[in-house]
Structures are given as structure tokens and as C-alpha cells.
Nanobody, 116 residues
Framework: QVQLVESGGGLVQAGGSLRLSCAAS????????MGWSRQAPGQERELVGR????????WYTASVKGRFTISRDNAKNMVYLQMNSLKPEDTAVYFC?????????WGQGTQVTVSS
């Protein structure tokens, strides 16, 4: 199994920045990709972005492209989501995800609130 713990959420004004961190533990050697998803109240969960564990590619949903950056530090088993130029519509609970040979895993989520 893989365990994921997010941190770094909070309240920020529109135009500001936040960096989310995700600490992975367990059988991380079985990981294919790491990602971040979010869910706003009353909305479906949305994949924000994804990075290969090897770092060979990244993908972002259109609404965050150019503003959000996913990175990882394999030595520390950490994945990050740098969020710049935040907008009120980015307000959501953000979840770290891992896609592995053992299945897909989710963290408990961290709240990001962007005030206008």
C-alpha cells in the first residue's frame, strides 16, 4: 500500500500563491504517476495535474495550465503543487493521488480557499 499525507493548504487572496506538499510512504517503488485532484463544494472531483514518478512528463488541466506546477523529489518521496495567480474558482479541497501497480491511492485532502 501507499500512504499519502497532504499539507500546505490555507486561505489566500486572489492573485496569491500557495505550495501544497504530499508526503508518500509505503510501497512507493510501485508508483507510476502522482497527481493532484480537487473537489469544490457541490462539484465533481477534478484532476488538476499529474507527474510521472520518473518525472518524464507532466499534464495539467486547461484551467490551471501556466499557473500551477507539479514537481517531485523522489529521494524524499515528496510531490509538490505550486499554485500561482490563484483565483476564487480554485477554492476546493485538494487531494494528492498515486497511481501504482497496486491500485490508486488518495490522501485525506487539504483545504485551499481563495478570497476575492
Amino acid at each position: 500500500q501507499v500512504q499519502l499525507v497532504e499539507s500546505g493548504g490555507g486561505l489566500v487572496q486572489a492573485g496569491g500563491s500557495l505550495r501544497l506538499s504530499c508526503a508518500a510512504s509505503g510501497r512507493t517503488s510501485s508508483t507510476y504517476t502522482m497527481g493532484w485532484s480537487r473537489q469544490a463544494p457541490g462539484q465533481e472531483r477534478e484532476l488538476v495535474g499529474r507527474i510521472a514518478w520518473s518525472g518524464s512528463y507532466t499534464w495539467y488541466t486547461a484551467s490551471v495550465k501556466g499557473r500551477f506546477t507539479i514537481s517531485r523529489d523522489n529521494a524524499k518521496n515528496m510531490v509538490y503543487l505550486q499554485m500561482n495567480s490563484l483565483k476564487p474558482e480554485d477554492t476546493a479541497v485538494y487531494f494528492c493521488t498515486a497511481r501504482t501497480s497496486l491500485g490508486e491511492y488518495w490522501g485525506q485532502g487539504t483545504q485551499v480557499t481563495v478570497s476575492s
